[in-house]
């Protein structure tokens, strides 16, 4: 035991010399996977709470005249209008998927002023891609109250410069607030009130705050951290040479 001992401590010592390649490369590359990390773990905080207030519910709201829409309210505050759809000033929001079909998302004004309205999500349809024709959407235009969520205008990941195309409906490509107001002549309220599903006149309407929750961002985030310790451990196994 004691010769096998001194055999091990006589052999040849381990130095900390690091080369220059692999410092440069530890030194460039620990620090974006440090960062990944912690910007997965910040994305999984807020889908946390965007999940929260999507499951918050509450005494529903009412909208009117006088309401300022989004601005004064939490995402996913439960909302009610009372006024009449604007049956013929509809629109068709595009490249909408629904269980792998292409479809749209039918946006119909309700008018609860002189000139003021709420943008009603009324649900998904699909695109028949062999009618020329838009889907048939038309509703009852008479007075009624309608309940649901208020979000948040959909944005696209990368903003386009597109142009509403003349009649009714309309297919948009995710309009502005401004555009929105400028087609229909009148001010439309921030936000949009996803119809709930119990209500009438819509159609498939499976609400959810995000497709995935939490939990891939914190996958992410601990794939970023292990990487890091990887790069890290490896590093020094290169650095820890043995004396010449």
Same mark, same amino acid.
């Given at each position: 035991?004691?010769?096998?001992?001194?055999?091990?401590?006589?052999?040849?010592?381990? $130095? /900390?010399?690091?080369?220059?390649?692999? +410092?440069?490369? +530890?030194?460039?590359?620990?620090?974006?996977?440090?960062?990944?990390?912690?910007?997965?773990?910040?994305?999984?905080?807020?889908?946390? @709470?965007? /999940?929260? @207030? #999507?499951?918050?519910?509450? %005494? =529903?709201?009412?909208?009117? @005249?006088?309401?300022?829409?989004?601005?004064?309210?939490? $995402?996913?505050?439960?909302?009610?209008?009372?006024?009449? *759809?604007?049956?013929?000033?509809?629109?068709?929001? !595009?490249?909408?998927? =629904?269980?792998?079909?292409?479809? *749209?998302?039918?946006?119909?004004?309700?008018?609860?002023?002189? !000139?003021?309205?709420? &943008?009603?999500?009324?649900?998904?349809?699909?695109?028949?891609?062999?009618?020329?024709?838009?889907?048939?959407? =038309?509703?009852?235009?008479?007075?009624? +109250?309608?309940?649901?969520? &208020?979000?948040?205008?959909? $944005?696209?990941?990368?903003?386009? !410069?597109?142009?509403? @195309?003349?009649?009714?409906?309309?297919?948009?490509?995710?309009?502005?607030?401004?555009?929105?107001?400028?087609?229909?002549?009148?001010?439309?309220? %921030?936000?949009?009130?996803?119809? !709930?599903?119990?209500?009438?006149?819509? *159609?498939?309407?499976?609400?959810?705050?995000?497709? #995935?929750?939490?939990?891939?961002?914190?996958?992410?985030?601990?794939?970023? #951290?292990?990487?890091?310790?990887?790069?890290?451990?490896? *590093?020094?196994?290169?650095? #820890?040479?043995?004396?010449d």
């Amino acid at each position: 035991m004691r010769a096998a001992a001194r055999a091990l401590s006589s052999g040849p010592a381990r $130095r /900390f010399r690091p080369g220059i390649p692999a +410092t440069l490369f +530890t030194a460039f590359f620990l620090p974006l996977l440090l960062f990944l990390g912690s910007w997965q773990l910040d994305r999984a905080g807020q889908k946390q @709470a965007l /999940f929260d @207030a #999507f499951a918050a519910g509450g %005494p =529903a709201v009412a909208l009117d @005249a006088e309401s300022a829409g989004l601005e004064e309210l939490r $995402r996913y505050a439960p909302v009610e209008a009372t006024g009449r *759809y604007l049956a013929e000033r509809q629109f068709l929001l !595009d490249n909408m998927v =629904a269980g792998g079909q292409a479809g *749209y998302r039918v946006w119909t004004p309700l008018l609860v002023g002189e !000139d003021r309205v709420v &943008l009603v999500d009324r649900g998904w349809v699909p695109r028949d891609f062999s009618a020329e024709q838009a889907p048939d959407v =038309a509703v009852d235009p008479g007075p009624r +109250t309608v309940a649901g969520l &208020l979000d948040r205008l959909p $944005r696209p990941g990368i903003e386009l !410069d597109t142009r509403m @195309a003349p009649g009714w409906p309309k297919v948009v490509q995710f309009p502005t607030l401004d555009e929105l107001s400028e087609a229909l002549g009148r001010t439309v309220m %921030p936000g949009v009130l996803l119809l !709930d599903a119990a209500e009438p006149d819509g *159609y498939l309407r499976d609400w959810r705050a995000s497709d #995935f929750g939490p939990e891939r961002h914190l996958g992410y985030a601990f794939q970023w #951290f292990a990487l890091a310790v990887t790069l890290v451990i490896l *590093y020094l196994a290169w650095s #820890f040479r043995k004396s010449d």
